[in-house]
């Protein structure tokens, strides 16, 4: 099954959501705004997917 990810990124946490191909909610959380916090989130749900997207505002850069 092929799982795409979303994150919606503020200064201090993540939002993150994950759906399936189908487009059904897998899993959402929040983690801390460091790259170690959202990896690790992954880490521990054995997720890997095939595309994540972030948001296209002010901290995206």
């Not at 503020?10 to 801390?32: Q, R, Y």
């Not at 690790?40 to 997917?49: D, E, M, N, Q, V």
Request: charged content about 15%.
């Amino acid at each position: 099954m092929n799982y795409y990810a979303g994150l919606d990124v503020s200064l201090k946490e993540i939002s993150i959501c994950v759906i399936d191909g189908n487009g059904t909610t897998i899993a959402h959380a929040v983690s801390p705004a460091d790259p170690e916090g959202v990896a690790g989130w992954f880490r521990t749900r054995a997720l890997s997917p095939e595309l994540i997207m972030h948001e296209s505002g002010q901290l995206s850069i």
